[in-house]
């Protein structure tokens, strides 16, 4: 008795199933990049946020902090205390320097002859140009020293002029120092 033993050859894989594999590989691929290219979007707009909030909340600080302010374009050295006053915002080396805006209003976008246009520094260059208006109105009375600040910044980005104000109070009086 003999047994017959065949040898079986192993089965080659078709062209239809390296198309499907293809296809399962490059959907894969396809998907993952997108999600990279879409997280390193959303990585720009946070930090393009966050320089703006920065110079938001460094200007805000400084005008809540005591001190002397230094302050140019205000004769009076009176601030209103309806509709409050308008300034635009200059860095230096001991601060911030305010400039009286006469007839100013709030603003809503940022361009290059803008006389609210902010002076970045060099660390706060994620921003192309940025806005920033503070507005002072005093609330003081019945013996209570009280200003109220809203300072906002105005940027452009992918765009899309985007906006971020914050307000805050100051409980001493302010010191002008005229420039």
Do not use: H, W
């Not at 594999?21 to 691929?29: A, C, F, M, N, Q």
Request: aromatic fraction near 8%; charged fraction near 20%; hydrophobic fraction near 40%.
């Amino acid at each position: 008795m003999q047994v017959s033993k065949k040898i079986k050859k192993p089965k080659g894989l078709s062209l239809v199933e390296i198309l499907i594999v293809l296809i399962i590989i490059s959907t894969t691929v396809i998907s993952a990049m997108s999600l990279i290219i879409n997280s390193f979007i959303e990585i720009k707009e946070n930090e393009v946020q966050d320089t703006a909030n920065g110079i938001l909340l460094s200007a805000t600080e400084a005008l809540k902090s005591p001190g002397v302010i230094q302050i140019s374009g205000l004769s009076s050295g009176i601030l209103s205390r309806t509709t409050g006053d308008f300034f635009s915002v200059t860095p230096n080396d001991s601060g911030f320097v305010l400039t009286y805006v006469p007839g100013g209003e709030s603003i809503n976008e940022c361009d290059s002859d803008s006389r609210y246009l902010f002076n970045l520094r060099e660390n706060q260059q994620t921003i192309d140009q940025a806005c920033l208006q503070v507005k002072i109105i005093d609330r003081s009375g019945l013996g209570i020293t009280k200003y109220e600040i809203e300072a906002k910044v105005v940027y452009n980005f992918s765009g899309k002029t985007e906006t971020n104000s914050i307000k805050a109070f100051r409980y001493e009086e302010l010191e002008f120092l005229q420039l």
